[in-house]
């Protein structure tokens, strides 16, 4: 089955314990991206990549870290997360840039306490 | 700089009835135009996309959307609401002329469907 997967689902964690949150899919797209959804805001982009090795800041990357050594996976980083990074996290992928459409990963609720 | 604005927070509507949910954008060029819907636990699933050629597009589940070029508004509609139709949904834009590869999403309008 074509799918994104994230991992965790749910993760609740200290200020500034550093942690991953991790992002497959089988699909070979080139496209990746990271989006925060908080309420009223909408999805906001975190980092996106274009391809391996290709990454690029989005509207709201600080405290945030991306790596894409391998064009299935696209984790995202908080070195040291602060409650204002409590939301919900979504790995959305497209074969080629953006005129096509995403296929979303189905979301980490993380919890900064 | 692109942007796009989705008016109603939430849409209440009688199973049965139409329902159109409202989508306005702003873009330097031509538009890519989607819709996304997201049901509770859920990721975003994609219903509709508009590239170019007939203004009326036609996705998943019933759904059509109407790309209006002078009123800048790709509106989301269907003839006959159902129940499972309550979701939150999402429009959103990308200038097909900008070399930023970014998809701006509306901050999403809630559609209730009652029985």
């Known amino acids: 089955e074509a799918q994104v997967t994230q991992n965790p689902r749910y993760l609740i964690t200290v200020t500034g314990k550093k942690l991953t949150v991790t992002c497959s899919q089988n699909?070979?797209?080139?496209?990746m991206s990271w989006y925060r959804q908080d309420p009223g805001l909408g999805l906001r982009q975190i980092y996106y990549?274009?391809?391996?090795?290709?990454?690029d800041k989005g509207d709201v990357p600080e405290g945030y870290k991306v790596s894409r050594k391998e064009k299935r996976n696209f984790p995202l980083i908080l070195e040291s997360p602060s409650p204002n990074q409590t939301s919900l996290y979504f790995c959305?992928?497209?074969?080629?840039?953006?005129?096509?459409?995403?296929?979303f990963g189905s979301g980490t609720r993380l919890t900064v306490v | 700089a692109q942007s796009v604005a989705q008016p109603e927070d939430q849409v209440n509507v009688a199973e049965g009835n139409p329902l159109t949910v409202k989508c306005t954008y702003s873009?330097?060029?031509?538009?890519?135009l989607f819709w996304y819907v997201q049901y509770p636990n859920r990721g975003l699933q994609f219903l509709l996309k508009?590239?170019?050629?007939?203004?009326l597009v036609k996705g998943s589940y019933g759904f059509e959307a109407e790309f209006n070029k002078s009123q800048t508004s790709f509106h989301l509609k269907k003839p006959s609401a159902l129940v499972s139709d309550s979701a939150l949904y999402f429009c959103a834009v990308r200038d097909m002329g900008s070399s930023a590869s970014k998809i701006i999403f509306g901050s999403g309008t809630r559609l209730s469907i009652r029985p």
């Open positions: 990549s274009m391809n391996v090795e290709v990454t």
């Open positions: 699909m070979n797209h080139e496209y």
């Open positions: 959305a992928s497209s074969l080629s840039g953006t005129a096509y459409g995403y296929t």
């Open positions: 873009v330097s060029g031509n538009p890519y």
């Open positions: 508009y590239i170019t050629g007939d203004n």
